[in-house]
């Protein structure tokens, strides 16, 4: 386990990554393994399950049985002929460079290495709430040999229930009085009216769902919205970014590294993540990636 940031590196344990259901197939589970993998992921934040080998439609399957069939996306999912049709299916997406390495540049530009959270298809859905538990799993089949700076291949987390407890007390107390508008990313992307934008309230200290326990919950650079700043699009963008250092500089990060087989999960109403650089000229990564709302 990496971690990286140098405050209390001495004696942090993180809570984040535990490994659980050693030696386990997750398409054999019985009802009392998959209880335990939930308890584990509400209590932990983000768990691993490793040496697993599924094809993507048993992926959904298993998110099925385990957290129901609430999925973002997917609706016009068609076969890749280039690609292995075991790991494509409706709702998973692929990351990386599956059809093999890339020509120049190395690695596009990708959002995802920025620090976010991923609850970006909730205030789409009426029937949900910015609270709902949005679970993302992802599978790595194929793990770049070498990752930024030539460290090993990583996704990094930040504990935000931790974030909240290390913050000063005042600082907590002001926090509790806020809230910020969440939206999905298309929100910055293109230039639509305020109205015509799906949108929703929530505040920055919240309250998880099934722990009780209170964490901040700040999504991400682009897409929150402190409540009075509708007008002012670059103060708020500002305001996100002050607050995210001041949480970055006091949290320690968890990076995990990745071996094949591995699958994570993550719990976004209690983490933010970013994935790293790899040279994808060189090297190549094929991930599938599912999200989920747990309604069961
Ligand atoms: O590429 C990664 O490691 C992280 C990707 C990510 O942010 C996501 O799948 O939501
Ligand atoms: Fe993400």
Redesign the pocket.
């Known amino acids: 386990m990496i971690i990286k940031n140098p405050l209390k590196q001495t004696q942090y344990k993180s809570r984040l990554g535990m490994e659980v259901l050693p030696g386990c197939n997750l398409l054999h589970l019985t009802d009392s393994q998959r209880h335990e993998l939930k308890q584990s992921l509400w209590e932990h934040g983000v768990i691993v399950v490793k040496n697993q080998q599924l094809t993507a439609s048993e992926l959904e399957e298993f998110a099925i049985k385990t957290f129901g069939n609430l999925m973002f996306g997917g609706n016009s999912f068609s076969l890749d002929p280039d690609l292995p049709p075991d790991i494509q299916s409706q709702y998973t997406a692929i990351?990386g460079n599956p059809k093999g390495f890339d020509q120049e540049p190395p690695e596009k530009i990708y959002g995802?290495r920025v620090w976010h959270q991923?609850k970006d298809g909730v205030p789409r859905r009426e029937e949900l709430d910015m609270n709902a538990l949005y679970v993302?799993m992802?599978y790595t089949i194929k793990v770049p040999e070498e990752g930024e700076n030539g460290q090993p291949h990583t996704?990094e987390y930040l504990d935000l229930v931790e974030a909240y407890n290390n913050l000063d007390p005042s600082y907590q107390k002001e926090l509790e009085g806020i809230s910020m508008y969440q939206m999905p990313p298309m929100f910055d992307r293109q230039n639509l009216d305020w109205d015509d934008v799906p949108k929703k309230v929530h505040p920055i200290v919240s309250t998880h769902k099934v722990t009780g326990q209170k964490g901040l919950y700040l999504g991400s650079w682009n897409t929150a919205i402190p409540l009075g700043m509708e007008d002012k699009r670059e103060e708020a963008k500002q305001y996100w970014q002050d607050l995210f250092q001041t949480v970055l500089k006091r949290t320690p990060v968890y990076s995990h590294v990745w071996e094949p087989g591995d699958i994570i999960f993550w719990d976004n109403s209690q983490v933010m993540?970013?994935?790293t650089f790899y040279d994808s000229t060189k090297y190549q990564r094929i991930g599938l990636?599912l999200g989920v709302v747990d309604c069961q």
């Open positions: 990351l995802a991923d993302v992802l996704t993540h970013r994935g990636r």
